[in-house]
T-cell receptor, first 112, second 111 residues
């Protein structure tokens, strides 16, 4: 089955700096890669996603890159703000409506 | 669109009792729903895939007789934790739909 690894487990940056979180996956059939932000005690919120036919996607301060050959994808947050502090999870799935496998999570702290 | 409702949001039960958690898709039909468990400071771990009108598919290590899943309609899946014990205390969350919309989660505490 799919195995998703995520690094780093914790990340601390100064406000305004960039943050990068990296994930690798094992199943080459995976074609959907979402990123979730989870605040304490709340449900994961989808912040951005990318499909395997695209190499990069950007939404304001958030971008995701995908390298299918190397089977890794990354989340980039620019101009970080304290409200970006949360746990971020990457995930991978083979197809729509199929089960999702999550990375272990990255606790991001943005210091004012 | 794609709203998933989960109830209850939290529950405290005595050891040995059973607890039922509901997951509803409010504005779409879901032939498949997924149940996850999340322990404190850990990731979401897939427990089982709930299939409408048929048996659920359980992940390795998840006891199907302890975590009963019923998906009797296209909008409702239930997870029943039977004979709950303190080690079952966790955050249980469902997801459904093409974009994997999550329910709000249920924090179960077994005392």
């Amino acid at each position: 089955g799919e195995n998703v690894e995520q690094h780093p487990s914790t990340l601390s940056v100064q406000e305004g700096d960039s943050a990068v979180i990296k994930c690798t996956y094992s199943d080459s059939a995976s074609n959907y890669f979402p990123w979730y932000k989870q605040e304490l005690g709340k449900r994961p919120q989808l912040i951005i996603d990318i499909r395997s036919n695209v190499g990069e996607k950007k939404d304001q301060r958030i971008a995701v890159t995908l390298n299918k050959t190397a089977k890794h994808f990354s989340l980039h947050i620019t101009e970080t703000q304290p409200e970006d502090s949360a746990v971020y999870f990457c995930a991978a799935s083979i197809a729509d409506n199929n089960d999702m496998r999550f990375g272990a999570g990255t606790r991001l702290t943005v210091k004012p | 669109g794609a709203v998933v409702s989960q109830h209850p949001s939290w529950v405290i039960c005595k050891s040995g009792t059973s607890v039922k958690i509901e997951c509803r898709s409010l504005d779409f039909q879901a032939t498949t729903m997924f149940w996850y468990r999340q322990f404190p400071k850990q990731s979401l771990m897939l427990m089982a895939t709930s299939n409408e009108g048929s048996k659920a598919t359980y992940e390795q290590g998840v006891e199907k007789d302890k975590f009963l899943i019923n998906h009797a309609s296209l909008t409702l899946s239930t997870l029943t934790v039977t004979s709950a014990h303190p080690e079952d205390s966790s955050f249980y969350i469902c997801s459904a739909g093409r974009l994997y919309t999550f329910g709000s989660g249920t924090r179960l505490t077994v005392v």
